[in-house]
């Protein structure tokens, strides 16, 4: 793909860049009490941060909360003036566009439902011609990488240079474990075709829930991306909107500090350099295993709801006595011994089984909870 595009790289607007930049707060602005909290843990932690907070929300379906709207401009107003953080929200139209520079927002994103509409993005795009502000574009909802591209082209050829692209995941009917598909190598293709273009990972709502968040952040920042956004809520059960991906300010400042950050630049013993190649060519290809591995899981746990709606036991002798066969017969001509695929498999059809085992008697025992006749002795 062909991509050109005119940027003022981050570590020259943002003064105190250091990777990754790290964008936090919460998806929704929802009280003064709740941004000025959230803000000031955040930034006890990471005063170099970027405070993020969505004032009108693109909710899918209506009679959800649709934002704030524009009291929180105002929140965010105290935030910067409290907490001396950078703000940022998410800009849908010419409105918000003009009314985020009137409350002296720093840094605008489009969101993913936005950038799927090149009228909307014009429309932004046109609003900002002759201001310079910092604008970030999420990648569409659905996986399409040149209307990613454009999106960016439309805001950098209204004149905006300090631009990134925040990859957040794709709608897509294969999610695995994830709320949004990660599909990692759409925003590599991406930094590929314009290298000196900044990428940020949004965790949150790739993962869909905390746990999933450690592992995405670090994979993001082995594909050398520059920056995170991560949804951070001072109460997350309590908040309006994705409530099951947020974390407290306390839990990101765990996953933060533990993340491992690895040069991109080559070290200058030409073995040691090999040797790194190899390890992060290695790191890679476990990273997919990983998620393979739990993809399939996910589809065993879809297996085991349908054979139990269709009174089919779990195990089935013949089928997954064909299946390894045919595994190994494939594994081997890989050059994969059949000890090492058998291996492998025994341990696949253990947990897969244990999944579905888990799928049949948790629902049974919803549909048919045991009332204190029957389990007494
Ligand atoms: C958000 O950042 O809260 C949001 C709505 O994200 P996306 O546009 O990626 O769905
Ligand atoms: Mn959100």
């Known amino acids: 793909m062909n991509l050109e595009l005119d940027i003022i790289p981050l570590k020259k607007w943002v003064s105190t860049y250091a990777k990754p930049l790290l964008i936090a707060g919460p998806c929704s602005a929802e009280s003064e009490e709740q941004m000025l909290d959230t803000a000031k843990q955040i930034a006890a932690f990471y005063p170099n941060s970027v405070f993020r907070a969505g004032i009108w929300k693109p909710r899918t379906r209506p009679n959800t909360f649709e934002g704030i709207g524009d009291i929180g401009l105002k929140w965010m107003q105290a935030v910067k003036r409290e907490t001396g953080l950078l703000t940022a929200t998410e800009v849908a139209n010419a409105e918000h566009v003009e009314k985020c520079l009137k409350h002296g927002i720093d840094i605008l994103w489009i969101g993913a ?38 999106a960016l082209e439309r805001i950098n050829n209204a004149g905006i240079k300090k631009i990134a692209a925040i990859h957040r995941g794709f709608y897509s009917y294969d999610n695995g474990p994830f709320r949004n598909s990660p599909k990692w190598e759409l925003a590599i293709e991406l930094k590929t075709a314009c290298p000196e273009l900044p990428v940020i990972c949004d965790p949150s709502h790739i993962g869909g829930t905390p746990e999933l968040i450690p592992y995405l952040a670090q994979k993001a920042m082995d594909m050398d991306m520059d920056g995170l956004m991560i949804e951070t809520h001072n109460s997350p059960i309590s908040a309006l909107s994705d409530a099951k991906q ?4 306390i839990e990101l400042n765990k996953i933060i500090s533990e993340l491992n950050i690895r040069s991109a630049s080559t070290a200058n013993i030409e073995v040691q350099t090999k040797l790194e190649e190899l390890r992060a060519i290695i790191h890679k290809l476990d990273n997919d295993l990983l998620e393979l591995l739990a993809k399939r899981m996910v589809v065993s746990a879809n297996i085991g709801e349908y054979k139990r709606d269709n009174n089919v036991t779990v195990l089935q002798v013949a089928h997954w006595r064909k299946l390894v066969e045919t595994s190994i017969s494939s594994g081997y001509q890989l050059g994969l011994t059949k000890e090492f695929i058998k ?6 059809h253990d947990e897969s089984i244990r999944k579905q085992t888990e799928v049949m008697n948790i629902s049974a025992l919803l549909n048919n909870p045991p009332s204190s006749e029957n389990t007494q002795i």
């Open 113 to 150: 439902r936005t950038t799927v509409n090149p009228f909307s993005v014009q429309e932004i795009a046109d609003a900002l011609k002759g201001v310079d502000i910092p604008v970030f574009v999420k990648n569409p909802i659905y996986p399409d990488l040149q209307l990613w591209a454009g």
């Open 246 to 249: 947020q974390i407290t300010p």
């Open 343 to 348: 291996g492998i498999y025994q341990l696949i």
